[in-house]
């Protein structure tokens, strides 16, 4: 049943069963099957890059108590085993120090970290200018006035409003991946010769998009199209095959 629901949701099996016990609590649309998170996208290809495995349960935004347990009220959440870890980027870090084979981020870790946080403070506004009136549409009813009082606080403005002139903003926003671009001038992957954590960072936010919305943020002539391409393909189409609106 354990694999089942795994492959339902796209995780793969790891090659071992050191992961059997893990589960992963991930941000979910009205449809369970819809999963959106950049954070959680993170996670999920962090645990493919890794051959782990884990149960991954459908969480929603107004669903504190499911992850009371955790001490916070966000996700991912990773259980593995009695350990229980909090925030993508100390996930990143647990998978590496605990199951050490398959490097995910790298040497050193300030490369990944300098990603995280130029995606965190930079690219995440403006693809949240870009989509937040679509991710409304696919969230479960409980969800919903929740999500627009705060989204609307944090953003300042009306959902449908912010995302109304988006044709006309999204050459500013693809401006602001520009660092990405340049260092893809010197390999397929912002990892280097190997995809790693660098690339989840950007692949998930970019993933979270595309999960919620038909709006295309990439023009098909950025060399940032392409290197997306090739994230969809990678761990058996583990992005590619994933639910979209």
Known sequence: MVQARMEAIGLRQGDGDEAMGMTLYELAGADPALRF???????????AHK???ADAVPWRFTDKAAI?????TRVPVLVDGGKTVVDSWAIAEYLDDTYPGAPLLGAPRAHARFINGWVDSQVHGGIARLVVSDIHTVLAEQDKEYFR???EKALGGQLE???????ERVDGFRALLAPARLMLRHGDWLGGAAPDYAD???LGSLQWARCVSRFELLAQDDPLFAWRARGLALFDGLLGRAKTV
């Open 37 to 47: 998170s950049p954070y959680c996208w993170r996670t999920r290809l962090a645990l």
């Open 51 to 53: 051959g782990l495995a």
């Open 68 to 72: 009371a347990f955790s001490g916070q």
């Open 149 to 151: 009082q705060t989204r």
């Open 161 to 167: 409003a912010l995302t109304a002139d988006r044709a």
């Open 200 to 202: 989840y960072i950007l």
